[in-house]
């Protein structure tokens, strides 16, 4: 694993100082650099960390939003308030703008975004059939970092994006609907591209390049891409699930996609080191407690901990585990004595001897709070909960929905491993499990929503929320009722979108003015993005 890591420190080191050997021969033309001078592997590398590990990009906002995790943070300086309690806080526009940043990249810190690296990679390697599959998964990887992008805000740039070598530093911002399209026959052009006899992409965190790995995450990717459709163009939605399908996405928890980390090269999961920066007001939410317990769902007994009242200030340990101790945390409340003061929530718990929130269920420490821990993209109980939804619609897919479901039900609880020893659940207890909580089929209503509340509790609990916050945007489950706190953003409503970031006005203006001219509401908090129709 040091290897990978070591591939970024070099690019690090390459973007910041010249080499000396060779030095007219690299420079003839300082702002090129060709493929035969730098190896597009190590662009591969850094972006699928720099995508992977976000921080509170992701923490901020969907995990909160989605009712995965609530926190009692309740001063206007306060960031967690943004997503708890949709209420700003004094670094509200640098925290909706870190995803976009991220994946683009822009002047500040984030200037070698994820989306430019890959997108650097294909530019260094397109030319070349020998480097076939370094450009395949770049271009899936392109989708991967464009599609959260675009989910994040709306439309976006992407047929003119990361072209400001050639001229283009104002590129347009396409329609979603065009950007979903172009997603997808990107993903069609790259399995078509990759090729097992080539050159593998040796930087690849995933899979090392292995090629028939890359196929089938780049189906699973085709899934999901085309279920986010189902609102607004079902039609379209039908036939690239049904071609994904047929192509042959994951076959199990081997096909997992997630990127491992390693605390010694810096390189570390950010969404676990928010989690730690703020243990002390964040906990599990009662929503998503509530779901584990009324299903006797057993990631409840390994996923959540009730804190010790012995815990010293700042130094959290491991707290008691156990099904029946634990009890979720509403969303909505604070530490500021009034109504919506946390000791006043009808079903309070109690304090611990370190915070007002103690005694409600947290994140278990020893895994959520580890900085080396691996962090999913896609993995196997996503894409057969997908198959599941396709099959309850009538979709032509290998197998029924409820073969799909129960195999989605098996991994989202055996796959959790994969994370940490900690949350091992035995194949044999998630087969026992899944048998005894079938997928609901007296109604597609019915398995629509079995299905798409499980999706939800499998994300959240693998700190993906990300993924919980669009599919309950997409799908409508679980059904969750909004915070309405004192001076939220939203109108007490659960935010839909992130507006733009504040510099794109002054950056890319006209552009940014025609995509906000198609966002019905402007560029706010509720609008709707084109695939989230009502």
């Known amino acids: 694993m040091k290897k990978v890591f070591i591939y970024i420190g070099i690019l690090s080191a390459m973007l910041q100082v010249g080499c000396t050997k060779d030095f007219n021969g ?32 992701l923490f901020m906002f969907s995990s909160m939003w989605s009712q995965t995790l609530s926190s009692t943070s309740s001063l206007q300086s306060d960031y967690q308030t943004n997503g708890d309690k949709y209420v700003s806080s004094g670094s509200t526009p640098d925290y909706q703008s870190r995803i976009w940043n991220v994946n683009y990249g822009s002047t500040d810190k984030y200037s070698t975004g994820a989306g430019n690296l890959v997108a650097e990679a294909i530019s260094l390697t397109s030319g070349d059939p020998a480097k076939a599959n370094i450009t395949a998964v770049a271009m899936i990887m392109k989708v991967v970092i464009m599609q959260e992008t675009t989910d994040t805000y709306g439309d976006i740039p992407y047929s003119q994006a990361f072209q400001g070598k050639t001229g283009i530093t104002r590129p347009v911002y396409d329609k979603q609907q065009d950007v979903y ?10 399995i078509g591209m990759l ?21 089938k995450f780049a189906y699973s990717l085709m899934l999901r891409v085309a279920m986010r459709l189902t609102k607004v163009d079902a039609a379209t939605a039908k036939t690239w699930a049904e071609k994904a399908a047929a192509g042959g996405t994951f076959a199990s928890t081997a096909d997992d996609a997630l990127v491992k980390t390693e605390i010694s090269t810096n390189h570390t999961n950010a969404q676990n080191h928010d989690y730690n920066t703020d243990i002390f007001q964040t906990r599990w939410s009662k929503t998503l407690i509530d779901y584990l317990k009324a299903n006797a769902d057993p990631r409840l007994g390994v996923c959540a901990e009730v804190p010790l009242d012995g815990e010293a200030n700042g130094s959290p340990g491991p707290g008691t585990i156990g099904a029946a101790v634990q009890i979720g945390m509403p969303n909505g409340y604070d530490f500021k004595g009034g109504t919506t003061d946390i000791s006043n929530e009808p079903n309070y718990p109690g304090a611990s001897s370190t915070s007002k929130a103690g005694k409600y269920s947290r994140p278990r420490f020893s895994v959520y709070s580890n900085n080396a821990a691996p962090i999913f993209v896609l993995n196997y109980a996503e894409t057969e909960l997908m198959l599941a939804e396709a099959a309850a619609r009538g979709w032509t897919v290998t197998g029924t929905a409820a073969t ?5 039900v098996i991994a989202a609880l055996t796959s959790l491993a994969e994370i940490s020893s900690d949350l091992t659940i035995s194949s044999a207890t998630a087969t026992t499990y899944a048998a005894a909580h079938p997928l609901n089929v007296t109604t597609t209503a019915a398995s629509l929503k079995q299905i798409n509340e499980q999706y939800w509790a499998t994300t959240g609990l693998e700190f993906n929320y990300i993924q919980s916050y669009f599919n309950w945007k997409r799908s409508g489950y ?5 915070v309405v706190y004192p001076g939220n953003f939203s109108g007490g409503t659960i935010p839909r979108r992130q507006p733009y970031p504040v510099g794109e006005v002054s950056l890319n203006g006209t552009n940014y003015a025609a995509a906000v001219g198609r966002l019905q509401g402007g560029d706010t908090w509720t609008s709707r993005i084109w695939w989230d129709a009502q």
């Not at 090729?195 to 028939?212: E, H, I, N, R």
Request: charged share 15%; glycine share 8%.
């Open 404 to 408: 799909h479901y129960a195999n989605g």
């Open 26 to 57: 690299i420079n003839t033309d300082p702002t090129q650099t060709g493929a035969s001078n730098f190896d597009p592997n190590y662009l591969i590398t850094s972006g699928q960390f720099a995508f992977a590990s976000k921080g509170y990009a």
């Open 181 to 190: 399209n172009s997603m997808l026959s990107d993903l069609e052009t790259a």
């Open 195 to 215: 090729d097992a006899s080539k050159v593998l992409a040796t930087g690849d965190v995933f899979y090392s390049g292995d090629v028939a790995k890359w196929k």
């Open 478 to 482: 679980p059904a969750l009722t909004p």
